[in-house]
């Protein structure tokens, strides 16, 4: 959703929201992560290319209080619990 700064401030301000953050646009790098999974031995065994495939990711955010995100609290020379 875009909002002006005006709009985002009336949104913060509902009871029903508990947060608002800006919307950044980011560029995803694959030259590490296709090497690290071997999509490459993937599309070259299967004939894979994508072709015909539509992905839709909906982000709810995360749950800070999941085990595996124990570290939070930004010293990461600490793996203690976020405080």
Sequence with gaps: MNL???EANI???SPYVKDVYPNYKVKVI???SVPAMKIDSARNSFGLDGSGVVIAIIDTGIDATHESLDDLDDNASTNDLRS
């Design 30 to 32: 694959l030259d590490s």
């Design 4 to 6: 002006s700064a005006g």
């Design 11 to 13: 949104v913060k301000e």
